[in-house]
């Protein structure tokens, strides 16, 4: 799932629901994600528990930092 958090920064997704909407449309989207299918993303709930523990760990901070 880090790589779809990743993809919702560059790509500027207001939502974890758009990015998430994206990703189910687009094969090569859902691939750069790390999913081969459809039935491999993990639902919208298990996105956002995830993203609220990378905020509490602080991961985006350092991910997304200015040099």
């Known amino acids: 799932m880090s790589k779809m958090f990743v993809m919702k920064h560059v790509w500027n997704f207001l939502t974890t629901k758009d990015a998430l909407t994206e990703v189910r ?5 859902r ?10 993303i993990p639902s919208e709930s298990t996105i956002s528990r995830t993203f609220g523990d990378f905020a509490v760990d602080e991961i985006a901070s350092s991910l997304f930092k200015d040099s």
């Not at 449309?25 to 989207?29: A, F, G, I, V």
């Not at 691939?31 to 491999?40: D, K, Q, T």
């Open 25 to 29: 449309r687009c094969p090569s989207m």
């Open 31 to 40: 691939r750069l994600c790390g999913w081969e299918s459809l039935s491999g």
